[in-house]
């Protein structure tokens, strides 16, 4: 036995010395440049002279590469053993071509470059990118079957003659931007019902100043809209205060998993595991982790351990493995009777829930299971849901779980979000710094003549249950930030006051609600879409974005081109981060799956 540990700490030793940190430098093209690797979707993009490092094992690697004039490639590389240095140089041969003449507009601000749109008979060409697989094989024309969304319908604009008052809860999740973009990428424009606006807009961290003095900042400001005719834009951003690592309260963690059969599909279950070791990895000494899992029934698989045993923690992870049917009410029972049994005062009780969302035996509807955390919630247990996979997902369970049990909804679609998520947005993923938070904008009807909220359908509050306490709330998490867009119709020459906004909420162990206002003034309002704040800008494209995408009346006439073109605008003389590029793919995409559909 000893000898057999023995030569498994050796091979661990290799395999750890061998997947050291390489530089590669692509030489030749326009930087900077984006490499995706096909093999676990992670994504890195290069400094100006096209360098960057990579912490991979050696081997070689298929990855797509995008330059800054917007060619792309495919290559197949090499990477050396730990800490050797790789030279890229990329051929004509292996760039995609041009599948029909473009603008010749660059997606980083500078050159100009072509871009590429796919035919019908090109509809397997993502699949041959590494995305995943293509076109509506699975019945009823849908291109995965058995997945589950609700649709909550579309704001309507609303006469302030005949009410005023706009009250919702804030919503901070994400799950909807990160789903869509594995549509797009497997070739396939996401349902209208997936694509939820607020989610589209939070994904993306905007230059709001965090407080000096309180939970949270509230930013207001707005611009006539490039996308509404005769209308404007008025946006509220609201960023919670930053907690250091070192601050953060001690997080008792209980993990339920869902191990059930379909878990074993695309390798779910697997990118869950390397996503809870990149939990385990950054948690901090006084933080404690237990494991439940599911199949036909759950169980406890690992009892509360102090972080420092990582070992321990890492061994119950690796050794997960797919059986059976899904129990996921009898699983969420027995982690929640785990974090009762841990629960300390004072610390973060949260709940971290990873699954496809589909329940199959036991009570499988989310209005039966969302029975079994609402006593859980007054106690200070919080749940967050972060799913896995396309085929077979229920997102209005998971989405829902999260709303009811005060937590947040996460998506992980590959390693390097599972990184994002679970590494640098991790504080605020686990420490809540203000809860049950509502939001009620009093619109002035002398100045105001019509109003619209994007997005926040399924967190629309009653007017009159602003100030009932027992009205569930939104979440905000440390360094969180929330951000609310109203289109506005104005009455001709008025001037003065738009409206008040009021947020009430809660301290993250209060019962009792506080309240704030701010008066919403017309000078907050620029003239000039073009001259407005970049990130306004921004944002504003990223709603015309998912408003095109779920098929919204108020956006019949949007144009993918004009919300491209106005997320270039607004990157310009900027540091193009990694969120840019994706979201320029998704665009890129979601023309080409349009043109091909309608060819």
Known sequence: MKRLLFFMLIISGLTHLLAGSNMIQIVGQPAPLKVFFLSDSSNYVSDANGTFHVDKAPGEYEVRITDHAGNIYRKKIKIPAANG?????????????????????????????????????????????????????????????????????????????????????????????????????????????????????????LNYAPPTDAAFAVHVDGATSRFGKNKYLLRIGIRGKDISVSERKDAILTFVIDVSGSMGWDNRLELVKRALHVLVDNLREGDRIAIAVYGTNGRAVLNHTPVENREKIRAAINALQTEGATNAEEGIRIGYRMAERAFRKGAVNRIILCSDGVANIGNTGHEQILKTIET????????????????????????????????????????????????????????????????????????????????????????????????????????????????LKLKKGAHGKLGTLNLRFKQPDGKTAEEIRRELAFENINNNFEHADADLRFIAAVAEFAEILRGSHWAKDGNLKAVRETVVQAFKGREKTQDYFDLLDMIKLARQIRSRDNS
Do not use: C, W
């Open 85 to 205: 240095n790789l030279s890229i140089v990329l051929t004509d041969a292996e760039r995609e071509p041009l599948m029909e003449a473009e603008e010749k507009s660059d997606i980083y601000g500078g050159a100009s470059g072509g871009q590429r749109v796919l035919r019908k008979k090109q509809i397997g060409v993502f699949g041959r990118l590494g995305y995943g697989t293509a076109g509506n094989a699975a019945p009823n024309g849908q291109p995965y079957h058995d997945t589950y969304y609700k649709h909550y319908g579309t704001n309507p604009f609303e006469d302030t003659e005949d009410d005023r008052f706009s009250t919702f809860g804030l919503d901070v999740d994400k799950a909807s931007f990160t789903r869509a973009r594995n549509y797009l990428r497997d070739g396939n424009l996401p349902p209208q019902e997936a694509i939820r606006v607020e989610e589209f807009i939070n994904y993306f961290k």
């Open 376 to 487: 859980h919630v007054e106690k200070g247990i919080t749940l967050s849901t972060f799913g896995f996979g396309m085929d077979n997902y229920n997102d209005v369970l998971m989405e829902q779980l999260a709303d009811k049990g005060n937590g947040n909804y996460g998506y992980i679609d590959s390693y390097s979000q599972a990184v994002r998520t679970f590494k640098e947005e991790l504080t605020g993923v686990l420490q809540v710094i203000a809860k049950d938070v509502k939001a009620q904008i009093e619109f002035n009807p002398e100045v105001v003549e019509r109003y619209r909220l994007l997005g926040y359908e399924n967190r629309d509050i009653a007017d009159s249950l602003f100030r009932d306490d027992k009205t569930d709330g939104g979440e905000l998490g440390a360094g969180h930030s929330m951000t609310a867009l109203y289109e």
